[in-house]
């Protein structure tokens, strides 16, 4: 999916992305075989991802530059907290997981390593390091939905699939491409792929790649 | 008013609380004298104040302790930035203020002061450092509106103070002082107020209320 | 002085610079007129001023981006906490002012906006935004020292002007500007100047000008 | 080895402890059958990490509470910065390692996410939680070299042993120690550990160890 105009050449520039979006996990999350026991770990995981998913998009809010900018993040903010966390605690008592074990979840080290790198990322660069650094994953996961939606899957995991490559989650990803598109433009200029500043976002983007590509290795 | 526990025994230990409640500013507000110009300058101003008293609430989600706590900081900010802001765009906008020149005013440095400093005590200290530096302004409005009500006042800006001595404003003063006594209680103990760290809180408090009081004269 | 390359740009663009490097203050500190009272209000403050200076430079060891950058701000911290606060106890000795007053000191408003402006734009920002808030200060008293040492000057507060216009603190600030230059060039590129980018630093340095400015009016 | 009274409380409670300070690359590295390839592994990992460190320690002196804090604290960057890097530099180079090469090294996941955690927690937490963060790596670092030292060793790996075991590095381990325990008892008082607040501490240091503990699997 080419969603803005910043994210194809991150993209491209990252050594690990197929790593990332092209994993065992996901192929066995696609045919059925991924064992139901490697999703329950992989969504408990998740449920504390989004947690610090949502404190570093609050903290792209104190770091934004206009008001348009804080209210695309907040939006985001207020959707983690208010929708995902509680459909992800839905989806988790379906599958027999209690709030009270979501909560007690000991975070994987992968979990930890990028989640911890996206917000230090954030706290010591500014608003465009943060961004570059979330961008992985907000987009990677609409690349891998759409492209798993696309490509035919068994009914096994079709809610995770169908939420990721759906057109609310499609539009989101849109909506976040132009938010880094309008954010870069407004700070680098039309001509920001030639400043060194830009090496340094890649070099956010293609980090946290790495650390989303070990991600899925968590729920081995 | 007597928000919560934490609020009544910090207003008592800020030398400044008086100065910052019961200003000329206030009375000549109450009593209908406040001159138009002064009234629209503060009002400006506040539009800025707003955008980083936002942030600073944003900052507040990145640095809670509690899914709980980040859902009740996270309201306030979407309330903030979809609301309020509003609000104030349409409240300039029939005073003759259009959003170009709210978004061209020039802050004026009792207006930095305050909000730098409640982003820098955020910054720099933790969660409750910035709920200390917070309080004063979400708690000390509260108290002015009620206050104002309850005495009577001119009809020239009773819109101003039927909003923050009205039932929604009071009720989010008495949330924010849920949120900070759950958030010193669940750090702190119950015997918070013996312990070193409050007479830090303490002074977060009252420098902050100390830069309230001079906010007002922002306007003279 | 023309300090680099960026310094020269950015005190062009800031309204305020006259306002702030020549004010009454620094006029009767030039001929001896200033009151010693006066001079000591300052002095005390401006310990205080130097302890978040300190915290200042030590933020941008944490925000900068190459091990020369961190060991340059480190060297500055280490400069601050262990030379020059040491001599401003002792000047202020000499004065009759003890260590347990000197900490016990009220920071002014003026004292607060400027310092928590600078740190504010630190962590919300990065390290650019940061080297730009802190310019005026370092370079300013450069260029002040630098004018009152060589227009002649009353005996009476020679030791300041000897401090801020001598060789060390000049070559301080060489120091300082090829730090800011190195820094700007090695993300923005050659062309900085004509970035977006520029001109948020640009706001940086003229609204910590204006709050510059206004820090000689404390000792009033 | 007990250094001061909060790490051994704070060791104790840490479930990963041992697995961090008797691990088979230790044993190995003891008696001398770590192969070389291996131990240049860890060396340059460890160069990348000191970077990191030394800024965490000058976010330490940003988030100080007092002047002897902040000095203690910046002792110890200005020690990592101009000392320890260099020493890392020339032991590098005898082993045939270029500052280049070094500084070209690929952060492995383990080291991003030990490094990253310490800084989130001290950018989102306050003081106490940095130096909660820290000490694993500290004092974990001087009481295996103590153990080392004391249990005999082969000679290959003497230096190493030898420099974390020896007197200057168990001074410095004490004097964090002390720094902690003040720190500590400067803001939570003589009952810390009944508080809520020493828990969140404990976690991380916990936390912290946990990481640590990985971080020697990173030389495999």
């Not at 903290?59 to 939006?75: D, F, I, T």
């Not at 709030?99 to 660069?125: C, F, I, K």
């Amino acid at each position: 999916m080419n969603y803005g105009t910043c994210f194809p050449r991150w993209r491209a520039g990252a050594p690990d992305w197929d790593a990332y979006v092209r994993t065992p996990f996901l192929r066995s999350l696609a045919d059925g075989s991924l064992p139901r026991h490697a999703f329950l770990t992989y969504l408990a995981q998740d449920y504390v991802f989004l947690i610090h998913f949502a404190r570093a998009w609050s903290l792209a809010v104190a770091k934004a530059g206009s008001l348009p900018e804080m209210r695309a993040c907040s939006a985001t903010v207020h959707a983690l907290l208010e929708t995902e966390t509680r459909l992800h605690l839905d989806l988790c008592a379906r599958a027999g997981i209690t709030e009270a074990e979501l909560t007690a979840t000991v975070e994987a080290p992968q979990n930890l390593a990028y989640t911890r790198y996206v917000l230090e990322a954030g706290y010591s660069g500014d608003f465009l390091d943060l961004l570059a650094a979330l961008a992985p994953c907000v987009l990677g996961y609409g690349e891998i939905g759409a492209r798993l939606l696309s490509e035919g899957h068994d009914p096994a995991y079709a809610e995770w699939i169908e939420t990721y490559g759906g057109t609310d989650y499609q539009a989101l990803c849109h909506g976040t491409a132009a938010l880094i598109d309008g954010a870069v433009a407004s700070r680098l200029g039309p001509q920001a792929p030639a400043l060194p500043r830009w090496h340094q976002l890649q070099d956010r983007f293609s980090t946290a790649t790495r650390l989303e590509a070990a991600f899925w290795t968590l729920a081995g």
